[in-house]
Nanobody, 123 residues
Framework: QVQLVESGGGLVQAGASLTLSCAASGGTFSTYTMAWFRQTPGKEREFVASISPSGTITKYADSVNGRFAISRNNAKATVALQMNTLKPEDTAVYYC????????????????WGQGTQVTVSS
């Protein structure tokens, strides 16, 4: 059983940067596609970014492409989300996810989820 624990959320002003981290334990981290999703109250969880098991291929939602960067360290079993030029609409709970489907963008493709970390961007 894989366990995922996110950290790094917080309150920042618009235009600032923030880095989220996700630490994995259990399972074989290097075989999983890892991803970040986010969710706001009353809305469905939405895809933010994903990264292939080797880390060589990434995919981003249009809303964050060019501002966010996903990376992973297989030796440390961690995945990070560097968020730059944050906007108020980036405010959400951010979730780390892991699964076997190659850089999938839908929530159903992921088997393992963290508890989420709150990111709030003030205007």
């Amino acid at each position: 059983q894989v366990q995922l624990v996110e950290s790094g959320g917080g309150l920042v002003q618009a235009g600032a940067s923030l880095t989220l981290s996700c630490a994995a334990s259990g399972g074989t981290f290097s075989t999983y596609t890892m991803a970040w999703f986010r969710q706001t109250p009353g809305k469905e969880r939405e895809f933010v970014a994903s990264i292939s098991p080797s880390g060589t291929i990434t995919k981003y939602a249009d809303s964050v492409n060019g501002r966010f960067a996903i990376s992973r360290n297989n030796a440390k079993a961690t995945v990070a989300l560097q968020m730059n030029t944050l906007k108020p609409e980036d405010t959400a709970v951010y979730y780390c996810a892991g699964g076997m489907r190659f850089i999938a963008t839908n929530t159903g493709a992921y088997d393992y989820w963290g508890q989420g970390t709150q990111v709030t961007v003030s205007s």
